[in-house]
């Protein structure tokens, strides 16, 4: 590949179809990958974006406050909970009730307000299937629809490949490895798994995880909404947080835990990101890809402070022993260009 550590001293950005060839085992997206299909996603949190547009009262504001977060996921299902045992033991309720209630909706509104329906950025899903069919692994750490609806793409395209999220029947399966194997007349697989949740997925008052289907991908939103609205489950994705608190959801989570104990582990050494902004909130997820070999990483436009502060943390938390190679996020033939 020629992705040295001197060339990368260099601060050498590559296009993509310069190096494609050599990394085709596990992509790993980052919210970079969702503003470049809609710059709506391009916000700093969703509970920011709710207070800038005026969702957020004062008394929803102090509940998050108290807690110090700003996961919306985390304070749903706090309060989710705690009106469902007031309520078997009779303890007076309606406060809380409210609470959820105003947390829930804003939620909601939030969502709708950021997300892009399903007809906005249909144009694009093509090429983002076709891009991620050359991996054997994908790992988005968004919690928007995308690589879900371009997964959904790929029904209709006869290429003997198919993409699994490891849900059957709605339900995460056990021995998630065994479903690499191709079925049928498909002859390749690609594995997907979301290591801090997603809008499909969710959990009932049991804490039973599961993935929200639909009856066809322009509606999938809306039944996701719908779904929430009905007070039977809550939303299972970490959206905002420090790896301290997101760590914490991830242990509470039968799913997350999987795919941050066993999968990221398990991922081939040969790495690309993007979109990935190498933040300090995600560093357990770094810590857990130690393994890993090579990194393909993009860079929008040739950000070369990116470079270097991603190589700098490289080198911190895995060690010089990796080879970096760094790619135009915008060069042909890559995600939804």
């Known amino acids: 590949v020629g992705c040295k550590k001197e060339i990368i001293m260099e601060q050498k950005i590559y296009q993509w179809q310069d190096i494609c060839d050599h990394f085709n085992g596990t992509i790993l ?114 919690y928007d629809l995308i690589v879900y609806w371009a997964m959904m793409t790929g029904f209709d395209i006869q290429d003997q490949h198919t993409f699994k999220d490891c849900f059957i029947n709605g339900y995460f399966e056990d021995n998630w490895q065994r479903l690499r194997e191709p079925i049928g007349s498909n002859k390749t697989t690609t594995l997907v798994f979301y290591p801090h949740g997603n809008l499909i997925l969710a959990r009932d008052i049991y804490g039973q995880e599961l993935k929200i289907i639909s009856e066809t991908q322009a509606s999938l939103l809306e039944s996701i909404v719908k779904q929430w609205q009905k007070g039977n489950i809550i939303p299972l994705f970490v959206s905002e947080g420090t790896t301290q608190q997101k760590m914490l959801s991830i242990h509470n989570s039968y799913y997350l835990s999987r795919v941050y104990r066993e999968v990221l582990p398990s991922i081939s050494s040969n790495l690309v990101v993007y979109g990935w902004g190498f933040g300090k909130h995600d560093i357990h997820i770094l810590k857990q890809i130690r393994h890993v070999k090579s990194f393909a990483i993009s860079v929008y436009n040739t950000d070369y402070n990116y470079c270097e502060r991603v190589q700098r943390m490289v080198n911190s938390y895995i060690g010089n022993r990796i080879e970096l190679c760094f790619f135009d996020s915008q060069s042909p033939g890559c995600w939804n260009n």
């Open 29 to 142: 997206l980052g919210n970079g990958a969702s503003i470049a299909v809609d710059h709506r996603f391009a916000y700093s949190s969703l509970l920011k974006h709710a207070s800038k547009i005026g969702l957020l009262s004062q008394d929803i504001k102090n509940i998050f406050r108290s807690f110090k977060t700003e996961d919306f996921e985390l304070i749903l299902r706090l309060l989710w909970i705690t009106t469902k045992v007031n309520s078997i033991l009779s303890v007076p309720n309606q406060q809380i009730i409210d609470a959820y209630s105003k947390v829930k909706n804003c939620l909601i509104e939030t969502i709708v307000e950021v997300h892009p329906e399903y007809s906005v950025i249909e144009n694009q899903l093509l090429s983002i299937y076709n891009f991620l069919k050359q991996f054997n692994t994908v790992l988005s750490l968004n």
